[in-house]
């Protein structure tokens, strides 16, 4: 099963589940802005993407640039920002397997496919 946290109002995730879409894949639509991720599952998809939770932050949106831009978190610290304003979270993710990929292009998802 192919789970993508998507923003219906986002074209590259709307692309992005296209894509999926086309390939035929069963995927679990997740829209993360509505339900978002739980800090372990966060931390499971930063794992998967191999990135820090700050390289995951969308820079931006006003949220950070208001409230987070210049500061000093920890890991832990900016999962938590991204559990309150989902909207930090860069979209969209897909997860599939085991492995995680980030639909900036939609295309690169496919190397998890």
Known sequence: ????FHNPRCRKSRETLEL???KKEMV???????TPPSKDELKEI???L????????????????EGFKGKEL?????????IAHPKLIERPIVVKDGK???GRPPESVLQIL
Do not use: C, F, H
Not at 1 to 4: F, K, V
Not at 28 to 34: P, R
Not at 50 to 65: S, T, V, W
Not at 74 to 82: A, R
């Open 1 to 4: 099963m192919t789970r993508i």
């Open 28 to 34: 679990t639509i997740i829209e993360y802005l509505k």
């Open 46 to 48: 930063l794992e998967m």
């Open 20 to 22: 999926l879409e086309e």
């Open 100 to 102: 995680a990929a980030i």
């Open 50 to 65: 191999d990135m820090k939770p700050e390289q995951l932050l969308r820079k931006g949106e006003a949220i950070y640039k």
């Open 74 to 82: 920890s890991n832990d610290q900016w999962m938590d920002v991204m």
